[in-house]
């Protein structure tokens, strides 16, 4: 079983910053193949960051140069470091283990807005 617990979000004004982070506990073996997830309202939910299985991180088109993935292994965390915020980035943010899919923690909302 994994459990994933996320925090950091809140209001920004368009332009502001904020720091995401995941507390990951269960069956992780490490913090490759985690992800950001967001669901903005009345969409999809979309993969926004992950850290590949090699260690190396990717990220949507929507979020590429403004957003970055990192963890700390040995404290099982994984952060969103989110700059030059836009109102399109309004979301509930979700972290996932790839490994095992099927878990979602309750996600932590971002709200964009001036």
């Known amino acids: 079983q994994v459990q994933l617990v996320e925090s950091g979000g809140g209001l920004v004004q368009p332009g502001g910053s904020l720091r995401l982070s995941c507390a990951a506990s269960?069956?992780?073996?490490?913090?490759?193949?985690m992800a950001w997830y967001r669901q903005a309202p009345g969409k999809q939910r979309e993969l926004v960051a992950h850290i590949t299985s090699g260690g190396s991180t990717n990220y949507s088109n929507s979020v590429k140069g403004r957003f970055t993935i990192s963890g700390d292994n040995a404290k099982k965390m994984v952060y969103l470091q989110m700059n030059d915020l836009k109102p399109e980035d309004t979301a509930v943010y979700y972290c996932?283990?790839?490994?095992?899919?099927?878990?979602w923690g309750q996600g932590t909302k971002v709200t964009v807005s001036s």
């Open positions: 269960g069956r992780i073996f490490s913090i490759n193949n």
């Open positions: 996932k283990y790839l490994i095992f899919p099927i878990y």
